[in-house]
């Protein structure tokens, strides 16, 4: 977001990386350029990443629900999206996590696009992934 008045311009940014040192370091970076031009750079909030883990049990675990659920490889993608996995896994104390969900297109914007076949899909997978989950004792 930029805004200005006759007093100045302030630009709002969210920074999110997968990596925390990496965000940590744009926010220098940041910090630095804006020390350059004279100008302050605050850091307001602090969006945590999650580290994507290829090798995961709980992925592995969820390829083969996949496979045997709809028939097809899932499709398995690192994004830079703020995903909520990574607050969840902040505040739980794990980084063994899974995020998943239907093909959207131009997310939080006028022409967001949900693929309506890709949510009965997901539904599905959702299902049979959490009615597959043994009770721990």
Same mark, same amino acid.
């Given at each position: 977001?930029?805004? $200005?008045? +006759?007093?100045?311009?302030?630009?709002?940014?969210?920074?999110?990386?997968?990596?925390?040192?990496?965000?940590?370091?744009?926010? @220098?970076?940041?910090? /630095?350029?804006?020390?350059? &031009?004279?100008?302050?750079?605050? %850091?307001?909030?602090?969006?945590?990443?999650? %580290?994507?883990?290829? +090798?995961?049990?709980?992925?592995?675990?969820?390829?083969?629900?996949?496979?045997?659920?709809?028939? $097809?490889?899932? /499709?398995?993608?690192?994004?830079?999206?703020?995903?909520?996995?990574?607050?969840?896994?902040?505040?739980?104390?794990?980084? +063994?996590?899974?995020? &998943?969900?239907?093909?959207?297109?131009?997310?939080? $914007?006028?022409?967001?696009?949900?693929?309506?076949?890709?949510?009965?899909?997901? &539904?599905?997978?959702?299902?049979?992934? @959490? $009615?597959?989950?043994?009770?721990?004792?």
């Amino acid at each position: 977001v930029i805004s $200005s008045n +006759d007093a100045g311009c302030e630009i709002q940014l969210m920074g999110r990386s997968a990596v925390p040192a990496e965000q940590e370091a744009m926010a @220098v970076q940041l910090e /630095k350029i804006a020390a350059s &031009y004279a100008a302050t750079c605050q %850091t307001v909030h602090d969006y945590p990443g999650w %580290t994507p883990r290829p +090798d995961a049990p709980l992925l592995r675990w969820a390829q083969a629900i996949h496979r045997e659920v709809l028939g $097809s490889e899932a /499709k398995v993608l690192s994004i830079h999206a703020g995903l909520e996995t990574g607050i969840l896994g902040q505040r739980l104390a794990c980084q +063994d996590l899974l995020s &998943y969900g239907p093909t959207v297109e131009n997310a939080h $914007s006028p022409t967001e696009q949900v693929h309506i076949p890709a949510v009965a899909r997901a &539904y599905t997978f959702l299902c049979r992934l @959490v $009615s597959s989950v043994e009770p721990q004792g």
